[in-house]
């Protein structure tokens, strides 16, 4: 019987119809393994993932293999997404053993739940050097009933190798300027001169690093920073990566050229990636980086955006069976729907071609530059974008009768929390109210539907919160309050993420270690506490946990939350300095904290005044400020406010302070300027 037809997961419901004996992870499944002493097959994906669909195809669906997983195991199914605590721990047990990872994961644990063999995608029949899949299940169902001994004895050291994996090898320090020049120098070892982003193929979106980039460049004017970061922005927005027609990024590139992606399209990528190309139009003013970034949010309002608030997860990258086949255009394709003279701009606008870039279709890429164009085409710049836009409808009118990718509709309130964020930061670069709409609806919605008492639940679909919420569940969406506070000077989101950081201290932070765990300390499921410490496609929780304490600490008037936050930043700074692209985000916070951010605190007498002077601070790129406001009539509970008034006279009144030591009130934003340091000292 398969138990995955009541399950809310997207991608647990497309193995719900398989041959396969299915339970969802649960004390059902484990204690089954037990009362029967059969081996579990852990089998993880994820609904996005191409791979994951070519093994449910080619065994999953498949009756014969099927009876041999039915008979010789407990066969559990896991949504990555849902559950990256049990999905960490056993993809460190196949990089260990395997040297390598990825999805499906497959490995099989004891009825206790130690992993004795694993590995990731597996063919029904021996190819592409791998054994084929029956093969693998009939060996370890041998080896699991004669050789248990054995396997029980190596349980110890198992757990010994993901216990020192889960060890935080750091030596301790203070971190100074200096530092953050170290890791800049390493990450630029990495830097693809020639092609932007970083390291060789596959390459992926390295949208956290370029934040810590740009924070670095407006400190130090180092013009190899810029450099860098607009190459691989321009990069990326010209390549495959980027849809050129409907806007939005795909998951990663294949090659080192942005060319051919991995087709599918997750809401963290492009909330992350809105942000650096929003940040990069404040630093240049080059119009590029603010359409990309808009073209990108309005991608996830159009395709991503429940109805009542929420952002969905992911777009498949498959579409009737094939990876990519709803984005690819055959040459005769386009040119039987444009006439003779679009035809001709489209081929060169996007590199159209008989032969194509992709078995034998063409993946639109946009690698020339719209001025050179309009000299080609002897039309005005303005006039050649008009033109390109209605070809854009006419081929995106044909695209949207293709049969769609598959949509993961279910909400996890991480990703939301990374895309409310950037929304907030949006409608800040922009004064767009659709952006301020959109993130604050999403913020109420997953205020509303997936926090119960002193529970944030992690997903929500059809009415239905579950799954005790993770770390990066609270830090991403305390991030996300702070921010709305930010842009709205709302105290309510502060109120919020206060309520949050509070419950968030007392189920992942361990004072006796000064560590964050992913999962809540009562939380006995796993053999390991497990533990997220490295800035991967996301975030860690512990990353971005530091950074809300450390901004947190100025809001509350609240010094351990600095410390905690300090404290933490000193354990991991060897590590961060040294591995600078696996901990983009803490090194970002980091950076935060050692050129100690100036806190702003505005009395104002309407929401012109404040939206003005909003308005004004986002013409410019400032990292390194805190944010308080609030009208001259009202009263306020944060620290920073207190005892400050407007001046005579005046319409707003601007106090810079640091350290919480104020400098004399000023009335005009440019004063204001000149109280800030803009370049670092020491």
């Known amino acids: ?41 852990l089998s993880i994906g994820y609904s996005a993932c191409h791979w994951c669909h070519v093994m449910a195809h080619e065994s999953f669906e498949n009756k014969q293999i099927a009876q041999i997983m039915n008979e010789y195991f407990v066969n559990i199914k896991i949504d990555r997404e849902e559950r990256p605590d049990v999905d960490s721990l056993y993809m460190n047990y196949v990089q260990l053993t395997t040297g390598s990872g990825g999805w499906p994961l497959t490995v099989f644990l004891t009825p206790d739940l130690i992993p004795f063999y694993g590995g990731t995608y597996f063919p029904p029949t021996e190819r592409y050097g791998r054994p084929g899949f029956p093969r693998i299940l009939e060996s370890i169902a041998s080896i699991y009933s004669t050789k248990k001994k054995e396997i029980e004895n190596q349980s110890i050291e198992i757990i010994n190798e993901l216990e020192n994996m889960n060890r935080i090898a750091s030596a301790p320090g203070s971190l100074t300027l200096k530092h953050f020049d170290d890791a800049f120098l390493n990450i630029y070892n990495s830097y693809d001169k020639k092609s932007g982003g970083f390291g060789s193929a596959p390459k992926f979106p390295a949208s956290m690093t370029l934040l810590f980039m740009i924070d670095y460049y407006s400190q130090t004017k180092n013009g190899l920073v810029l450099e860098a970061v607009e190459n691989s922005l321009i990069q990326m ?16 590139s294949t090659d080192a050229e942005w060319l051919v992606p991995h087709f599918e399209k997750m809401l963290y990528d492009n909330a992350l990636l809105a942000r650096p190309y929003l940040k990069t139009y404040q630093v240049t003013k080059n119009d590029f980086y603010l359409r990309i970034a808009e073209e990108t949010l309005q991608y996830m309002m159009r395709e991503m955006l429940h109805k009542d608030g929420g952002f969905f997860s992911a777009q498949d990258a498959d579409s009737e069976g094939e990876e990519g086949k709803y984005f690819v255009w055959g040459y005769d394709e386009v040119k039987s729907i444009l006439n003779a003279q679009e035809f001709n701009l489209a081929k060169e606008v996007w590199g159209i ?39 854009k409808r006419k081929l995106l009118s044909v695209r949207e009768r293709r049969v769609k990718p598959g949509l993961d509709d279910k909400i996890l309130v991480n990703w939301n929390g990374l895309a409310i964020s950037s929304f907030a930061i949006a409608y800040g670069v922009t004064g767009k109210l659709e952006y301020l709409n959109t993130a604050l609806n999403a913020a109420e919605f997953i205020w509303t539907e997936c926090l119960t008492g002193d529970v944030l639940y992690r997903t929500w679909k059809n009415g239905i919160a579950k799954i005790q919420g993770f770390l990066d569940d609270y830090a991403f969406l305390i991030e996300s309050f702070i921010l709305l506070y930010q842009n709205t000077f709302n105290e309510k989101w502060l109120t919020r993420a206060e309520k949050l950081n509070t419950l968030m201290l007392e ?40 950074y809300n304490l450390l901004k947190l600490s100025f809001y509350m008037n609240n010094e351990d939350y600095k410390k905690i936050a300090v ?21 970002t916070a980091g950076y935060f904290h050692v050129n100690i951010p100036n806190e702003i605190a505005l009395i104002y007498t309407s929401e012109n005044e404040k939206k003005k002077f909003i308005k004004e601070l986002n013409e410019e790129y400032y990292p390194f400020l805190l944010l308080a406001g609030r009208f001259e009539s009202e009263s306020s509970s944060l620290e920073i406010l207190q005892g400050k008034n407007l001046l005579e006279n005046s319409r707003i009144t601007i106090y810079v302070c640091r350290n919480y030591s104020c400098r004399k009130p000023v009335t005009l934003f440019s004063e204001m300027l000149e109280l800030i340091p803009r370049l670092r000292s020491g």
Do not use: C
């Open 1 to 41: 019987m398969n138990r995955l037809q009541h399950e809310t997961s997207p991608y647990l419901l497309q193995h719900k119809d398989n041959p396969v004996d299915w339970y969802p992870w649960g004390e059902e499944a484990i204690n089954k393994a037990k009362e029967l002493d059969k081996p579990i097959l």
């Open 237 to 252: 927005a010209r390549g495959g990566i980027y849809d050129q027609l409907a806007g939005g990024f795909h998951r990663y």
């Open 353 to 391: 071609t008989q032969e194509g870039n992709f078995e034998s279709m063409n993946i639109l890429t946009n690698k020339r530059d719209i001025k050179e164009l309009a000299g080609e085409f002897k039309i005005a710049e303005k006039e050649l974008l008009t033109e390109i836009e209605k070809i």
């Open 507 to 546: 189920k992942f932070y361990d004072k006796s270690k000064e560590e964050f765990f992913s999962t809540e300390k009562d939380n006995n499921e796993l053999f390991i506490r497990v533990k997220d410490i490295y800035d991967n496609a996301i975030p860690a929780g512990a990353s971005v946990a530091v």
């Open 567 to 587: 404290s933490y930043l000193e354990k991991m700074s060897s590590i961060i300095i040294k591995h600078p692209l696996s901990f983009s985000y803490l090194l």
